[in-house]
Every structure is written in C-alpha cells, then in structure tokens.
C-alpha cells in the first residue's frame, strides 16, 4: 500500500470516529453491557482520588507562605517542603524575618497533622517535631529543639485561633536575654548571662485571645523553676500582655549575681516569687502578689522540682 492509500485510510477512520451521532449510538450499546454504569462510576471515582493524592499541596504551603509576606511576616520560605493529603509535612531550612527585624530559622520540621482536616474542619491537630530552632533578635537569642501536640480551632486562617491546646518538651535550650528593666524597682536593669535549659515541659490551653499557662517547668542548672499564668495577645505581638508567676529555685546559677537582691522575693519554702503583669516589653512586678505569696502560699510550688546536676 503506498502513502496515499495509508493516507485515505487513516483519514476515513478519522471521520467514522468524529461521527458523533455513530460514537454515541456505541455509547449506549456499551452502557447496556452488565454493570458497564459501575465501572465508569468507579474510574471516575479513583481519576478523582489520584487527582487529589498526587495533588501537589507543597505548593499550598509556599503560597501560604508567600501570602504571609504580606500581612505579618517580611520574608518566608523553605528550601524543601514535602507535604500530601494525609502525610507528615516537611519543611527543610524554614528562615523567616519578621517585621520587627527578628529571624527564625528551623533546620527540620516535621508537622503530622492532615490537611484534609484543615482543609475541610478548619482545625490544626497533631504533633509537631521541630530540630534546630533559632531565634534572634536584637537584644535577645533562643536556640532549641522541641516536640509536642497541637490543636488549634480557627474560625478563619486570617484571625487568631479561637480556642486550643498547645503541650511541648524542649531539649537543650540555650536562651540569651537582653536586659531586663522593671518599672516597679525603679527601672534597675536585670543583665542575666546565657543560659542552659537541659528540658522544658510546657502546657498551655488557648481561649479566645489570651494563653493560658498551665504549667511551664524549667529543669537545669543555670535556670530552675516554673512559670504559670497568661498571656494576651496583642494584634501586634509585642503588644501583647503578660499576667505570671515565675517560681526560680534560688541556687540556680543565672540568678548569681543577682541573691542578695532577691533574697526581699524569698518565701518560707526557699523558692523565689516574681509575679510579672504588664506589657510584655516592660512588665513591672507585683508587689501586693509577692506578699500574698509569702510562707506557705505559694501557688504553684517547686519543691519536687530539683536542680539538675
């Protein structure tokens, strides 16, 4: 056969085949065949479910991320993000700069959680795996790991999390604070020097714009006690409020030069008493709170929290 006859019938095929009222005539005599209604029904079913499982939601996230950049954050990205329907997500060397100038960068991030729960329920829930956690800012650096779970209500993606639980261990923190200045001891700078967390043990329920501590345990040599209290967010984070008691076990090293002053701050089960309320860039300290927690009324204790060696 030479290239013309090929050609003709190629194209006389061609024409059978765009002859719609013949290709449906074949239509319905193949949906007359047994359950032919049940197995169109099921590819187009799993051409759906492959569509959404092969999605690529790493693509979400750096949008996500993208539209962050234009409300509270300056710059955000990552250099790996892998993420699926109901998989773990990844994020490898996140670096975010925020507005006020402060860095955070996370070497690794694991995030189990599903995103078809957040798309679909509009909650965060699952654990989160963070390694090499940094943050610096002027005056101040925090370096960690931490693990814990996470669950956060929102009514939208755009507000604060309506309610929630938050609960974390921190290993090895090294915290580095600028200096301290509390109104009601005339504006005395408190320089404490860097110090080792061994672990932190946080716990924590959110309810509308205010954090509540539940429990925050400090275990170390350099720094030794609790935190409890609450936290208010501010629409601007540095404007946000703080309401706690911080409980230190006197012997711990950070607090050094610094004995004979707190020795005023002491109750009878030798821990040092410092309620803090006020902004969070300059709270004062309570002083009617610090004699309400003088001997034996401390409300949240640390005696069985023992410095570690």
Same mark, same amino acid.
């Given at each position: 056969?030479?290239?013309?006859?090929?050609?003709?019938?190629?194209?006389?095929?061609l024409?059978?085949?765009?002859?719609?009222?013949?290709?449906?005539?074949?239509?319905?005599?193949?949906l007359?065949?047994?359950y032919?209604?049940?197995?169109?029904?099921?590819?187009?079913?799993?051409?759906?479910?492959?569509?959404?499982?092969?999605?690529?939601?790493?693509?979400?996230?750096?949008?996500r991320?993208a539209?962050m950049?234009?409300?509270v954050?300056k710059t955000?990205h990552?250099?790996?993000?892998?993420?699926?329907?109901?998989?773990t997500?990844?994020?490898?060397n996140?670096?975010?700069?925020?507005r006020?100038?402060?860095?955070?960068?996370?070497?690794?991030?694991?995030?189990?959680?599903?995103?078809?729960?957040?798309?679909?329920?509009?909650?965060?829930?699952?654990?989160?795996?963070?390694?090499?956690f940094?943050?610096?800012? !002027?005056?101040?650096?925090?370096?960690?790991?931490c693990n814990?779970?996470?669950?956060? !209500?929102?009514?939208?993606?755009?507000?604060?999390?309506?309610s929630?639980?938050v609960?974390?261990?921190v !290993?090895?923190?090294?915290?580095?604070?600028?200096?301290?200045?509390? !109104?009601?001891?005339?504006?005395?700078?408190?320089?404490? *020097?860097p110090?080792?967390?061994k672990s932190?043990?946080i716990?924590?329920e959110?309810?509308?714009r205010?954090?509540?501590?539940?429990?925050?345990r400090?275990?170390?040599?350099?720094l030794?006690?609790?935190?409890?209290?609450?936290?208010?967010?501010?629409?601007?984070?540095?404007?946000?409020?703080?309401?706690?008691?911080?409980?230190l076990?006197?012997e711990?090293?950070?607090?050094?030069?610094?004995?004979?002053?707190?020795?005023?701050?002491?109750?009878?089960?030798?821990?040092?008493v410092?309620?803090?309320?006020?902004?969070?860039?300059?709270?004062?300290?309570d002083?009617?709170?610090?004699e309400?927690?003088?001997?034996?009324s401390?409300?949240?204790?640390?005696d069985?929290i023992? *410095?570690?060696?």
């Open positions: 056969m030479d290239i013309a006859g090929i050609k003709n019938l190629i194209l006389s095929n024409k059978s085949f765009v002859n719609f009222s013949l290709l449906w005539s074949r239509v319905k005599e193949a007359k065949l047994p032919a209604k049940t197995y169109i029904a099921l590819s187009l079913f799993m051409t759906l479910v492959f569509i959404v499982v092969t999605f690529p939601y790493d693509m979400l996230i750096r949008n991320l539209a950049e234009k409300t954050l955000a990552a250099n790996e993000i892998s993420a699926g329907l109901f998989d997500i990844t994020l490898g996140l670096y975010i700069l925020l006020t100038g402060s860095e955070i960068s996370v070497r690794n991030a694991e995030i189990d959680l599903s995103l078809f729960r957040i798309l679909f329920a509009r909650d965060v829930k699952g654990t989160v795996q963070l390694t090499g940094r943050y610096t800012s !002027d005056t101040s650096q925090v370096n960690l790991n814990g779970n996470v669950f956060l !209500d929102f009514k939208t993606f755009s507000e604060f999390p309506r929630g639980s609960t974390a261990i !290993d090895n923190a090294v915290i580095k604070l600028g200096d301290l200045k509390l !109104d009601s001891l005339g504006g005395l700078p408190l320089t404490l *020097p110090m080792m967390i932190m043990k716990e924590s959110i309810s509308g205010t954090i509540r501590l539940k429990s925050v400090l275990f170390g040599n350099d030794n006690g609790s935190i409890a209290g609450s936290i208010t967010i501010a629409k601007h984070f540095l404007n946000s409020r703080i309401d706690v008691v911080i409980t076990n006197p711990s090293v950070a607090l050094a030069d610094y004995r004979d002053f707190l020795a005023q701050f002491t109750n009878s089960s030798n821990q040092i410092l309620p803090l309320k006020g902004p969070l860039l300059n709270p004062r300290l002083m009617g709170r610090v309400a927690a003088g001997p034996g401390s409300d949240h204790p640390i069985q023992l *410095p570690v060696p």
